[in-house]
C-alpha cells in the first residue's frame, strides 16, 4: 500500500504517520519526491488501515499495490530508475556495455583486459575474483588477490570494476575494491547474500538464476531493495530449457516483460546464454531491440588461454566490431551509445 502526501506536509506529521503505521506492525518507507513524500507501507496491510489513513487532512491519497514484489514494481515507482556508477547512467537513454573477462586471471591478464577495453571508449569491465565453478577442480579464482587486482586497474587505468560476490562474509571487503557487485545466477535465492547486498552503498548487477521464473526473479530484486539497496540492475543471462545446442536459452521475452512490470535498468548477457562467441552478435543485437538498457560481455585478451568461458570470450578485435554493430541497433531504437 502506498500513501501519498500532500506535498505541505510537515516532517512532523511524517513522524506521526508513521509512528501510527509501526503501531499496526508494519514497515513504513518513506520515498522523497521532487515534490512530495510517499511512504510505502509494507507488511500486512488491511482496507480499514487505508480508511483511517485516507482520512488525515495532509494525506492526499492511498493506493494499494496489488503485484507481490511491492518496491520493484511500477505501481510503486512509476518513473523509471536510473543507477549511476560514476558517470555511467544505467537505465537512462544511453545504451551501456560492460565488457572484460570472466576471471581475473593475473596482473598482466587483467591490466591488459583493462587497456584494451579503455581503448575501445568503454568505462566498465567485468572480472570475477570469485569464481562459482560446477567442478572442484576447475579454476576457483585469486579470492581477495583477485580483489585488490582489480582495485589496482580502478587506480591505474581510471577503467570502474565489477565483480561477482558468492560469500556474505566477502560483501564489505568487495563494496571496498569495486564499482559495482554482481550476484551471480547461481546465488539469486541465496537469500542472505541478498539481504546482505542490500546493505551496502554499492550498485548490484542481480542475474537471473538459471531456472527462475521472472517472478522469483523480480523477489530477489525485492530483497535487495527492502535492505535499503536501491541501485539494482537486472541481468538476464538465459535460462536452461530443453535445448542443448547452446549454453542457455536467452529469454529475451523476460527482457520486454522485467522492463514493462519494474522501473530497474535491465541488461543482458549474451555471453553466458550462448555459450559460444558467434553467437554474441545476434543476441547482443536481440536484446537491444527488445529494450534491453546495457549489455554484460565477456572478452580476454587471449580467449584460447581464458582460465574460464574461453570459448564464449570475444577476441579483442570482435569487441570493437560488437561496439559498431550495438551503435547501429542503438541508433535504430532511439538509444544513443558513444
Ligand atoms: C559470470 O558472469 O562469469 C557467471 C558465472 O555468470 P552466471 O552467474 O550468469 O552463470
Ligand atoms: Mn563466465
Not at 33 to 57: F, M
Not at 129 to 143: C, D, E, I
Request: glycine share 6%; charged share 25%.
Amino acid at each position: 500500500m502506498i500513501i501519498v502526501l500532500k506535498p505541505q506536509a510537515t516532517p512532523e506529521q511524517v513522524e506521526n504517520l508513521k509512528g501510527m503505521i509501526q503501531e499496526k506492525k508494519l514497515n513504513p518507507v518513506p520515498f522523497d519526491g521532487e515534490e512530495r513524500i510517499v511512504i510505502h507501507v509494507l507488511g500486512d496491510t488491511r482496507d480499514e488501515y487505508s480508511k483511517a489513513w485516507k482520512a488525515l487532512d495532509f494525506v492526499e491519497n492511498v493506493v494499494p499495490i496489488l503485484r507481490p514484489y511491492k518496491l520493484s514494481s511500477k505501481e510503486h515507482h512509476t518513473l523509471k530508475t536510473i543507477v549511476r556508477v560514476g558517470d555511467v547512467k544505467f537505465g537512462d537513454t544511453e545504451f551501456v556495455v560492460i565488457a572484460g573477462p570472466c576471471s581475473v586471471e593475473s596482473e598482466e591478464q587483467i591490466m591488459r583486459a583493462a587497456n584494451i577495453i579503455k581503448g575501445m571508449g568503454l568505462k566498465i569491465m567485468r572480472a570475477s575474483a570469485f569464481k562459482p565453478r560446477t567442478s572442484p577442480y576447475s579454476f576457483q579464482g585469486l579470492g581477495i588477490e583477485g580483489l585488490k587486482l582489480l582495485k589496482q586497474v580502478r587506480e591505474e587505468t581510471g577503467i570502474m570494476v565489477e565483480t561477482e560476490i558468492m560469500d556474505v562474509r566477502d560483501v564489505p571487503i568487495a563494496a571496498d575494491h569495486v564499482d559495482i557487485l554482481r550476484v551471480g545466477a547461481r546465488n539469486m535465492q541465496n537469500f542472505d547474500l541478498l539481504k546482505e547486498v542490500g546493505k551496502v552503498d554499492c550498485p548490484v548487477i542481480l542475474k537471473r538464476g538459471m531456472s527462475a521464473t521472472v517472478k522469483e526473479f523480480i523477489m530477489a530484486a525485492e530483497y535487495i531493495l527492502y535492505n535499503g539497496n536501491k541501485n539494482v540492475i537486472l541481468c538476464e543471462r538465459g535460462i536452461r530449457t530443453f535445448e542443448t545446442a547452446y549454453r542457455n536459452t536467452l529469454d529475451i521475452c523476460a527482457v520486454a516483460l522485467l522492463k514493462q512490470e519494474t522501473h530497474l535498468p535491465v541488461i543482458v548477457d549474451p555471453s553466458h546464454a550462448a555459450g559460444g562467441r558467434e553467437l554474441v552478435f545476434p543476441l547482443s543485437k536481440a536484446a537491444i531491440a527488445a529494450g534491453a538498457d546495457g549489455l554484460l560481455v565477456e572478452m580476454h585478451p587471449e580467449p584460447e588461454k581464458a582460465f574460464s568461458d574461453g570459448d564464449q570470450s570475444l577476441y579483442p578485435e570482435q569487441l570493437a566490431k560488437l561496439l559498431k554493430d550495438v551503435k547501429r541497433v542503438c541508433a535504430a531504437v532511439d538509444r544513443s551509445f558513444e
